[in-house]
């Protein structure tokens, strides 16, 4: 197991699933342990587990869940299982790729076996080891990411695209924690990220946990903060980024990205090649809309009148004239992002 210092989201171990109750930070640090695919599924709905390599390497180990948990005789009723499970998990939440990812990449390996037993061990292994390959992929990024950023560099982040977001060590936050072994002196400032406050519960979590210097803004002090020069760069993470180089991310990153631009900030996006969807149209991606308590109350208190009508998108999209670069495993693309994305592929 890849060795790394700080948190570790989500791990398999003794064939069960443990996890990092992410609903319950920053006030208690508590892990869930589940051997039952339908547990994941809801851990995923509920954002016990966010983020989209996290998603993904859950979805990924749920289905291996999926596979012990059966009681099939042959391999079609296995595969036929997994198929049900993978529905179920698949619905959780519709914006991030990686999820689809994850589960396709178990179907396949789960569809070359013969054996039942044989499916069962290969689909665990392939979860476990999509889990370490996240940390690898995380580190190589960050490395590369780290090349952009000068040192005493403020660097303003969005939503939670760190350890707790990934298996361990993060995207975007990855880049930051690469950026300072790199013997960099940075600071961070994250915005706290309404209406479920990844921001303040997450980032600042485990930024703070990590020791790094970070101090938490409210969303709205995004423009106060460029125009007084508190912030040289931005970077964020991704949950789809289409070939265009158009990037889905937390409701609130195109509003950072535009300020950005306004005060000439370069804006980063940080994110594996498993964020990529090279397939669809940047107008046909599914933007999960939640349920409006989220915005009419801070946890249990209501901080709105009754009945008020409410829109809760849970993510956006940021054109690619707004972008600085994507930062990947495989290195950085600059615009024009067509042709950038592609050659990353084509390097693969
Ligand atoms: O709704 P969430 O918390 O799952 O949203 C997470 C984000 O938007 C992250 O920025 C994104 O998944 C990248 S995580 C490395």
């Not at 760190?162 to 690469?178: D, P």
Request: proline share 4%; aromatic share 6%.
């Amino acid at each position: 197991m890849e060795n790394v210092t700080g948190l570790r989201t989500v791990e398999w171990k003794n064939n069960k699933v443990i996890m990092i109750e992410q609903t319950k930070l920053p006030n208690e640090l508590i892990f869930v342990e589940y051997d039952d695919f339908k547990q994941v599924a809801n851990a995923i709905k509920t954002l016990i587990v966010r983020g989209a390599p996290a998603i993904g390497v859950s979805g990924a180990f749920g289905l291996a869940l999926a596979a012990l948990q059966s009681n099939a005789t042959t391999k079609e009723e296995l595969i036929s299982d997994l198929k049900k499970a993978k529905q179920i998990l698949f619905e959780t939440r519709p914006t991030a790729v990686n999820l689809v990812w994850g589960l396709e990449k178990i179907m396949k390996v789960a569809n070359a076996e013969t054996t039942i037993d044989q499916i069962k061990k290969s689909v665990i292994d392939e979860a476990k080891q999509m889990a370490e390959d996240d940390i690898k992929i995380n580190k190589k990024m960050g490395k590369n990411g780290s090349e952009l950023f000068e040192n005493n560099d403020t660097i303003m982040t969005h939503c939670n695209a760190g350890a707790l977001a990934t298996v361990a060590y993060g995207t975007a936050l990855g880049v930051i924690r690469a950026t300072k072994e790199s013997g960099k002196n940075v600071k961070v400032i994250a915005t706290e990220t309404r209406p479920i406050q990844q921001g303040s519960r997450l980032t600042a979590f485990e930024l703070k946990h990590d020791g790094f210097d970070v101090s938490l803004i409210p969303d709205t002090a995004v423009g106060y903060s460029m125009a007084n020069g508190l912030v040289n760069k931005v970077v964020v993470g991704a949950d789809r980024i289409v070939r265009t180089g158009h990037v889905f991310n937390k409701i609130g990153t195109y509003q950072v990205a535009t300020m950005a631009k306004q005060h000439g900030i370069p804006f980063f996006v940080a994110a594996p090649l498993s964020t990529f969807d090279m397939k669809t149209n940047a107008e046909d991606v599914i933007i999960e809309m939640r349920k409006g308590s989220e915005v009419t109350g801070i946890g249990d208190k209501k901080t709105a009148p009754d009945g008020i009508g409410v829109i809760n998108p849970a993510f956006d999209m940021t054109p690619p004239e707004l972008i600085t670069g994507i930062i990947t495993e495989k290195g950085v693309a600059k615009p024009p992002y067509e042709e950038s994305i592609k050659k990353l592929f084509e390097a693969n």
